[in-house]
Nanobody, 120 residues
Framework: VQLQASGGGLGQAGGSLGLSCVAS????????MGWYRQAPGREREVVAL???????HYMESVKGRFTISRDGAKPMVTLQMNTLRVEDTAVYYC???????????????WGQGTLVTVSS
């Protein structure tokens, strides 16, 4: 599975930005898609995930501001980021999980990362 992300860039505090990610390759086993982010000097952290069945997880600091969406007809995930904060500045990574292998391994996939910078 290959993940191609787009969007992001420079935004202002209080403004909005959007991210999109399209999966290609062996997409039929994908069960979860979403976004992680990594700010300078910090560990990578989950931002939002959405399962095939529609269950959603958001990190606490983005609840009510960010919205994750998935297109059921396409292997695509988007992240609408509203009311941006300076602390949202990070490299955002598209993420996907697939069905566990018979050996019990959980396949995970990462996009190349896209920079989001929020200015005050």
């Amino acid at each position: 599975v290959q993940l191609q992300a787009s969007g992001g860039g420079l935004g202002q505090a209080g403004g909005s930005l959007g991210l999109s990610c399209v999966a290609s390759g062996n997409i039929f086993g994908i069960t979860v898609m979403g976004w992680y982010r990594q700010a300078p000097g910090r560990e990578r952290e989950v931002v939002a995930l959405k399962t095939n069945s529609g269950n959603v997880h958001y990190m606490e600091s983005v609840k009510g501001r960010f919205t994750i969406s998935r297109d059921g007809a396409k292997p695509m995930v988007t992240l609408q980021m509203n009311t941006l904060r300076v602390e949202d500045t990070a490299v955002y990574y598209c993420y996907a999980e697939a069905i566990k292998t018979p050996a019990g391994d959980l396949p995970t996939y990462w996009g190349q990362g896209t920079l989001v910078t929020v200015s005050s």
